[in-house]
């Protein structure tokens, strides 16, 4: 059974940075294509990063230059960085993984990841960023 847990979420002043890890189990994982989405309160989940089973990268274009992803295979762990923190970067941060890879499920133009395309969430960790 496919499981992923996230953690690192937490509060900070704006400009400050946080490392989210998602920790997953009962599959492959290297053969997943692996996300990270956030919900704000009142507004759409929405994809934010992606990695892929070669490990090329991808990003909204709202966190590009700011968060980085990356995952350890070995350890089955997904990680987000994130750094430059704003205030409209405070949301629930879910893990996400689908049996495909990246390309088939992320539009490239305009870029985009669909909620719908993944089949396995974690519960989600707070990031909050005071102004």
């Known amino acids: 059974q496919v499981q992923l847990l996230e953690s690192g979420g937490g509060s900070v002043q704006a400009g400050g940075s946080l490392r989210l890890s998602c920790a997953a189990s009962g599959y492959t994982y290297s053969s997943y294509c692996m996300g990270w989405f956030r919900q704000a309160p009142g507004k759409e989940r929405e994809g934010v990063a992606t990695?892929?089973?070669?490990?090329?990268?991808s990003y909204a274009d709202s966190v590009k230059g700011r968060f980085t992803i990356s995952k350890d295979n070995a350890k089955n762990t997904l990680y987000l960085q994130m750094n430059s923190l704003k205030p409209e970067d405070t949301a629930m941060y879910y893990c996400?993984?689908?049996?495909?890879?990246?390309?088939?499920?992320?539009?490239?133009?305009?870029?985009?990841?669909?909620?719908?395309?993944?089949?396995?969430w974690g519960q989600g960790t707070q990031v909050t960023v005071s102004s």
């Open positions: 996400a993984a689908v049996l495909a890879v990246c390309t088939v499920v992320v539009r490239r133009v305009p870029w985009r990841m669909d909620h719908r395309d993944f089949a396995y």
């Open positions: 990695i892929d089973t070669d490990s090329s990268t």
